[in-house]
Nanobody, 122 residues
Framework: QVQLVESGGGLVQAGDSLRLSCAAS????????IGWFRQAPGKERDFVAA????????LYADSVKGRFTISRDNAKKRVYLEMNSLKPEDTAVYYC???????????????WGQGTQVTVSS
């Protein structure tokens, strides 16, 4: 099965940028749709972005559209989330996930990473 490990989180100021990385091992990476989700304290885990094997037409939540960019490198088994113009409301633990469907929900997630904290100060 696929194991996922996120990295790249940290503490930044509003307006700054961060690049998260999700490294996969085991399983068949190319067969999965990879998504990013985030969970703020006391809130549900929300969809952020998803990308299919080819990288074509990624899917984004409205709240991050135009600011975040998801990409994947199948040769390196990595998926990235480039986050620009960060806002305090982007503060959350960010998780990558191996999904079976190209939809925004999490009901089809087979594997989760352990998460990486992103904190945006105002």
């Amino acid at each position: 099965q696929v194991q996922l490990v996120e990295s790249g989180g940290g503490l930044v100021q509003a307006g700054d940028s961060l690049r998260l990385s999700c490294a996969a091992s085991g399983g068949t990476f190319s067969s999965y749709i990879i998504g990013w989700f985030r969970q703020a304290p006391g809130k549900e885990r929300d969809f952020v972005a998803a990308i299919i094997w080819s990288g074509d037409t990624p899917l984004y939540a409205d709240s991050v559209k135009g600011r975040f960019t998801i990409s994947r490198d199948n040769a390196k088994k990595r998926v990235y989330l480039e986050m620009n113009s960060l806002k305090p409301e982007d503060t959350a633990v960010y998780y990558c996930a191996a999904k079976r469907s190209f939809v925004s929900g999490s009901g089809d997630v087979d594997h989760w990473g352990q998460g990486t904290q992103v904190t945006v100060s105002s």
